[in-house]
């Protein structure tokens, strides 16, 4: 099992930073994949950004530029640095964390972290 702790939500004024925070523990395997997720009202949730374990980030395009991924070994917490933040990032930020199981690739969710920007 795999626990996902994410901190660091709050609320900003539109053009503000913050970092999110995701500790993991539990049985974290060598090849894994840690993102980022976010789901505003009446929305579906939607990829914000992942880091493999080799370190390649990926990023939605409404947020290239502006946020950053990273961590440190691969028992560190991952950090979603988010810059110059839009009213349109508002929303429920989840840390996620796929990995190989038995039965396939297996996800595990945090329980999620409100991120309010303000206009």
């Known amino acids: 099992q795999v626990q996902l702790v994410e901190s660091g939500g709050g609320l900003v004024q539109a053009g503000g930073s913050l970092t999110l925070s995701c500790a993991a523990s539990?049985?974290?395997?060598?090849?894994?994949?840690m993102g980022w997720y976010r789901q505003a009202p009446g929305k579906q949730r939607e990829l914000v950004g992942q880091i493999t374990s080799g370190g390649t980030t990926t990023y939605a395009d409404s947020v290239k530029g502006r946020f950053a991924i990273s961590r440190g070994n691969a028992k560190s917490p991952v950090y979603l640095q988010m810059n110059s933040l839009k009213p349109a990032d508002t929303a429920v930020y989840y840390c996620?964390?796929?990995?190989?199981?038995?039965?396939?690739?297996?996800?595990?969710w945090g329980q999620g972290t409100q991120v309010t920007v303000s206009s």
């Open positions: 996620n964390l796929a990995q190989p199981s038995a039965l396939g690739l297996r996800d595990y």
């Open positions: 539990g049985t974290i395997l060598s090849i894994f994949t």
